[in-house]
């Protein structure tokens, strides 16, 4: 497992240089970058673009493990309104894209509903929400494939993809190598135990989100250790990326 810290989670570095020094203080390997649509690191951090940012995190022995954005999340991916998935759709193939040119291996991450509140009710019923979201995210997994970058979607804690069963469901049937899952146990256990969760989605996980408080490390390894037992043993070599609790 390569621990990692997203770099929103990181609180009290006023510039992107006092924030690594802070991961490494931690005793991170890597990182999570979160990145606004000009690719470059918000809020604290602005003026940081991607590529600079992981040169400066390689500097400091940190791996770029992980990109995320809070641009787009999977449940707008299932938007009603055909125009609102083109401008997502667009959004993230070029982000795969930047990924596949800029990221040197990193897992592209969808969030699960990072700019709506939990429980935001879908513009649209279940089953079109579900069917729009599975159209958009093949489309996704075949331009990643196409650049052999991996893309992972955080599962919902609410609104969608309610089990793990679902969940596998979709994956299995977008059937794409490159395509895999990102669990977050504490969107998991809103719905049922995070194990059964590991247990069922299996192989699929390629990244996991574990929600903490600061300093970083603490609850999470307290909260979670059964889970991160049973990765290790698992023999998950994959992130583990500590995200701030929401």
Known sequence: MIKCINTNSLEGAESYDELLEQAVKHRFAGLELSVDADRRLPPRIKGE??????????????EICSVTTR???IVGLGSSAAKVRD????????????????????????????????????????????NLVFESLKTL??????????????????????SPLELRELIDEINNPYMGICLNPHY?????????????????????HLPVEQPPQIEAQKNYQSLLTALDKRGFTNPIVYVKKK
């Open 49 to 62: 673009t991607w590529p600079t940012a992981i040169e400066k995190a390689q500097k400091k022995g940190l």
């Open 141 to 162: 997994a075949a331009r990643a494939e196409e650049h052999f970058v991996y893309l992972a979607i955080e599962n919902p804690g609410s609104g969608l993809l309610l």
């Open 71 to 73: 641009e787009y999340d």
């Open 188 to 208: 998991a256990e809103r719905l049922g135990d995070p194990l059964d969760w590991l247990n069922i989605l299996d192989r699929r996980i390629i990244a996991v």
């Open 87 to 130: 401008i997502a759709i667009e959004y993230l193939n070029n982000f795969i894209v930047c990924a596949a040119e800029e990221g040197r291996g990193a897992i592209v991450v969808i969030a699960a509903h990072e700019n709506r509140p939990l429980g935001a009710l879908l513009d649209g019923s279940y089953e079109q929400t579900f």
